[in-house]
C-alpha cells in the first residue's frame, strides 16, 4: 500500500477518533505530547487501524509508536 | 416481560467480561458422599432460586444496552459432566448445574458474578438437597446482594493516573497462549501453613512463592511475575455483594538455582500485605475500574471496545506467568455440618491475562490447586511435585488431567 494511502487513513482516524485536524500532524508528531492524545486515545487508534487494514497488531508492537512515523512505518511494512 | 422489571443496577460490575476474548465460564464441582440424586437435586434448586432473586435473571443486550431481567424459564438440572453453554444452552440463565455420580458441577458466567459471588448460592443449593436426600434441617433465608458500588464517587475519590509514555514501553510478560490442559494438584492444609509460620508469611504468600519456585524450572525463565485478585467487599463498604467485587495485584520475583522459599517468602510477604490493606485496594479497584469505565463509555462497536480493553490490560502489566486466586473454602457459611456431606472440591477458571491461571481451595484439610495451563510444554505436576516437596510440604497428588 503507498504510504500516502496509509498516511491518509491514519489521518482520518485521527480526526475520528480524537479530533485532531490532520493539518496539525507531521510524521515526526509525537502522539502523547504534540497530538495530546491519551493511551486510550491511542489504542482506540490502534484498534481503528486493525480494522481498516484488516490485521492484528501484537501488543508488544505498542512501545514502538511513539510518533506518527512510527504508525506509518509499521503499516507500510506489514499492511498488505 | 415488561421492560419495567428491566435493571442495569448490577451490569456496570460484569461489563469488563464483555471485553474478554472468550466467554469466561467457571465451574465448581463439588462430590458429595453418596451418588447424586438429580430430581432431589432440582427440588433443591428451585426452592434456593425462589429465595435468591438475584440470580433467577437473564441478560438482555440491545444495541449497546444491557439489562438483567427476571427469567421467568424453568431453571434444569441438567445430567452429565460436560459443561453447557452459558446462557445459549441453560434457558438464559448465567449459571448452570449438573450432575454425574457423586458430583455436583455449578458452572456460571463470571459477568453476573465472582466467586465469593456463587458460595452462598452453592452452599445453599447443597444444603437444601442435604435436607431432602439426608434430613438436615437447613433454614432457606433470602440471599440478598449489596446494593451496586458507586463507581462514579470511586473515580473522584480515587483519580485514575494517566499512562504516560514509558507506561506504554515497558516490557511486559509474554503469555504462552496454547491449547489449555489442566493439572490438579493437592496438598495438606497443615503442611503449609507450617511452611509459612516458620517462615513469618501468609499461607498465601508461602503458597505463591512455592509455584514461583516451581515454574522458574517449568517455564525456563528466572523472573517470574505473577499476579494475585483481593476481594474488595468489605474495604468498599459492600459486604454482601454477590457481583464482581475484586481488585487485582502483580508482582515479580527474581529466582535462581539454589533459590528457597526463605529466600524470597520474606519480600513478598511485604509487598502482599502493602496491597491488602483496605485503602491500597480500594485504590487499585478504582484504578481498574475507571479503565473499564472509559472502555465502557467509548462511543465504538463493541468489537473495538474489546481489543482496546486487552491492549489496555496488557500496558497496564496485568499479563502474568500464572494467576493465584485462593479462595479458601468455597462454602458460605462453611458449617461443620455442610461439610460432612462434602468429599471433595474442584474449582476451575479459565486464565486470561496469565500462562496459567491456579485456583486453591481449601476444604476438609486439604487444599486443591487446580490449574489451567495453555504453556506448551510437558511436565508441570513433576514440577510442582519436586517443589512442593523440596520445601517439605505434604503432596497427595499432582496429577496431569489433560494428556
Known amino acids: ?80 | 416481560m415488561e421492560q419495567a422489571q428491566r435493571s442495569a443496577e448490577y451490569i456496570f460490575q460484569g461489563t469488563m467480561y464483555f471485553f474478554r476474548r472468550e466467554k469466561i465460564l467457571c465451574r465448581y464441582q463439588f462430590a458429595l458422599k453418596d451418588a447424586v440424586d438429580p430430581a432431589l437435586l432440582q427440588r433443591a434448586l428451585d426452592a434456593a432460586l425462589s429465595a435468591a432473586p438475584y440470580y433467577r435473571v437473564q441478560l438482555v443486550q440491545e444495541k449497546r444496552e444491557a439489562f438483567l431481567e427476571p427469567n421467568p424459564n424453568p431453571c434444569l438440572v441438567y445430567a452429565g459432566s460436560a459443561q453447557r453453554s452459558i446462557p445459549e444452552e441453560t434457558n438464559g440463565y448465567l449459571f448452570s448445574v449438573s450432575c454425574e455420580g457423586d458430583t455436583v458441577y455449578f458452572d456460571w458466567y463470571h459477568f453476573l458474578m465472582d466467586g465469593r459471588g456463587v458460595s452462598p448460592f452453592l452452599t445453599r443449593i447443597l444444603e437444601l438437597y442435604c435436607n431432602l436426600r439426608y434430613g438436615t434441617a437447613f433454614a432457606n433465608t433470602p440471599i440478598v446482594s449489596s446494593p451496586a458500588y458507586d463507581i462514579e464517587a470511586m473515580m473522584a475519590k480515587y483519580p485514575a493516573t494517566e499512562a504516560s509514555e514509558s507506561t506504554l514501553q515497558r516490557d511486559v510478560v509474554q503469555t504462552w497462549e496454547c491449547k489449555m490442559r489442566r493439572t490438579r494438584v493437592r496438598l495438606t492444609k497443615q503442611s503449609l501453613v507450617d511452611k509459612a509460620v516458620a517462615n513469618g508469611v501468609k499461607p498465601f504468600t508461602a503458597l505463591a512463592g512455592l509455584l514461583c519456585l516451581a515454574l522458574r524450572g517449568y517455564l525456563g525463565k528466572d523472573d517470574i511475575q505473577y499476579s494475585y485478585s483481593a476481594d474488595t467487599r468489605k474495604a468498599a463498604g459492600v459486604p454482601d455483594a454477590l457481583y464482581n467485587c475484586v481488585c487485582s495485584f502483580q508482582h515479580s520475583v527474581k529466582l535462581g538455582d539454589g533459590t528457597r522459599l526463605a529466600d524470597i517468602a520474606p519480600e513478598m510477604d511485604a509487598a502482599v500485605r502493602r496491597t491488602l490493606q483496605p485503602e491500597a485496594m480500594l485504590r487499585q479497584m478504582a484504578q481498574q475500574m475507571s479503565w473499564v469505565y472509559k472502555v465502557d463509555q467509548q462511543k465504538a462497536p463493541l468489537r473495538i471496545k474489546q481489543r482496546v480493553f486487552q491492549m489496555g490490560e496488557y500496558i497496564s502489566g496485568v499479563p502474568a506467568d500464572f494467576w493465584l486466586s485462593y479462595l479458601g473454602n468455597p462454602l458460605l457459611p462453611a458449617t461443620p455440618e455442610i461439610q460432612t456431606y462434602t468429599k471433595d472440591f474442584n474449582v476451575w477458571v479459565p486464565p486470561d491475562g496469565g500462562s496459567m491461571g491456579v485456583e486453591a481451595s481449601s476444604l476438609n484439610g486439604v487444599i486443591t490447586l487446580c490449574i489451567e495451563n495453555k504453556a506448551e510444554m510437558s511436565g508441570l505436576a513433576a514440577s510442582l511435585r519436586t517443589a512442593f516437596a523440596k520445601e517439605g510440604i505434604a503432596v497427595l497428588e499432582a496429577v496431569e488431567l489433560d494428556t
Open chain 1, 1 to 80: 500500500m503507498e504510504r500516502a494511502e496509509i498516511i491518509s487513513q491514519i489521518l482520518a482516524i485521527l480526526e475520528d477518533v480524537a479530533e485532531v485536524s490532520p493539518e496539525d500532524v507531521s510524521e515526526s508528531s509525537v502522539l502523547m505530547d504534540d497530538l495530546d492524545l491519551s493511551s486510550m486515545e491511542i489504542l482506540t487508534i490502534v484498534a481503528d487501524l486493525e480494522e481498516t487494514f484488516g490485521l492484528r497488531i501484537p501488543e508488544k508492537e505498542l512501545r514502538n509508536f511513539v510518533t506518527m512515523g512510527d504508525l506509518v512505518d509499521y503499516l507500510a511494512a506489514n499492511a498488505g
